[in-house]
């Protein structure tokens, strides 16, 4: 991979993140706590491609690619944050038709643990 692969993946998170908050916005907190989550693993992936021409092994587990890329404890911690939102987990748990109601305003918070996220590791994609 090269480093436009790695800021292509950057910029998809990026653009996630938008779409989060418009989701939001628009009352589809799920929809925003998912996109704020693949958000985050896309900046993840693109640190690590940065370092390893490829992407990371990944099982929606964004703690342990955080770790990989070496995010960290304030940004692992939003990783934890982000985690269980992912579709394969989260709808596990969750009826489709609840989700916007389970996560409520929790929806915020995640917007900007997602943020902070992208905040980190932008200097990393554009040094």
Not at 97 to 120: F, Y
Request: aromatic residues 6%; hydrophobic residues 45%.
């Amino acid at each position: 991979m090269s480093l436009d692969e790695a800021l292509s993946m950057f910029a998809e998170g990026a653009q996630d993140l938008a779409s989060a908050g418009l989701s939001n916005a628009s009352g589809m907190h799920y929809n925003a706590a998912d996109l704020a989550n693949h958000a985050a693993e896309m900046t993840l992936q693109a640190l690590y491609a940065l370092d390893h021409d490829s992407r990371a092994p990944y099982d929606h587990n964004l703690r342990a690619l955080g770790e990989l890329v070496g995010a960290p404890e304030d940004i692992l911690a939003d990783l934890d944050a982000l985690t269980p939102y992912h579709p394969s987990v989260f709808l596990e748990k969750v009826e489709v038709e609840n989700a916007d109601d389970e996560v409520g305003d929790t929806a915020d918070a995640l917007l900007q643990a997602a943020r902070r996220v992208l905040k980190w590791a932008r200097p990393r994609l554009l040094a």
